[in-house]
């Protein structure tokens, strides 16, 4: 299995919901990532996990949550988000982190409404 | 801070030319080099990557990258462009020390056919 998985594929949500996103993958890699794209735009960097550990968050507000529960998965929690949070939410994962080419998810469409 | 600059915004070539995106970064220390691709509707891809050793690396596709430490630049080359290859290019640093990646603008590649 090669592949990063992001459910779901696509999400609208109101200001006011909570809502979850998932990524998963099998290839037995210790790094995961979140990154945020926008149309026409690179992916911005927004949290780092080595080990099931945070190490890097890049100052993301306080409205994204990651989690990861164990070494294949990766959640992003989202609470009371605004219209400009709208974007493609990518996961990626490496065998280690930093030094390694990343494998990335199909990624999921967040619309904020 | 570290940067990666790609020159070329918008690239449009018939197919059979040859290709040849730039890809400047900055940063004084040790970093690793990435080219993903992202065809239209799909998730991004790893193409090739440096790490260390010959400075000209293959990737699939019959794409290839020279980096050239004088000039920190990395650029992707082929030598004969498809319409398959039609794309955005995206060109990404890694800083060995802190483990961040940074990703340049991109490059939107369209080949007529």
């Known amino acids: 299995d090669t592949e990063v998985t992001q459910t779901p594929k696509h999400l609208v949500m109101g200001m006011t919901n909570k809502k979850s996103l998932k990524c998963e993958q099998h290839?037995?890699?210790?790094?995961m990532y979140w990154y945020k794209q926008k149309a026409k735009k690179p992916p911005e960097l927004m949290f780092v996990?080595?080990?099931?550990?945070?190490?890097i968050n890049e100052s993301v507000p306080s409205r994204f949550s990651p989690e990861c529960p164990n070494s294949s998965l990766l959640n992003l929690h989202l609470h009371a988000l605004q219209p400009e949070d709208s974007a493609l939410y990518l996961c990626a994962s490496s065998q280690e982190w930093g030094n390694y080419g990343y494998t990335f998810g199909s990624g999921t469409r967040l619309t904020v409404v | 801070a570290q940067s990666v600059s790609q020159h070329n915004h918008h690239v449009i070539l018939s197919e059979a030319a040859s290709l040849e995106l730039g890809c400047n970064y900055s940063y004084g220390g040790t970093v690793n080099l990435f080219w993903y691709v992202q065809y239209p509707g799909q998730h991004l891809q790893l193409l090739l990557k440096?790490?260390?050793?010959?400075?000209l690396v293959k990737g699939i596709k019959g794409f290839e990258a020279e980096f050239i430490k004088s000039k920190f630049s990395f650029n992707l080359r082929k030598p004969s462009v498809q319409w398959s290859d039609t794309a955005e290019y995206f060109c990404a640093v890694i800083n060995t020390n802190a483990g961040k990646s940074t990703f340049g603008d991109g490059t939107t590649l369209t080949v007529k056919p």
């Open positions: 440096y790490f260390s050793g010959d400075p």
């Open positions: 290839m037995g890699h210790r790094a």
């Open positions: 996990y080595s080990y099931e550990k945070l190490s």
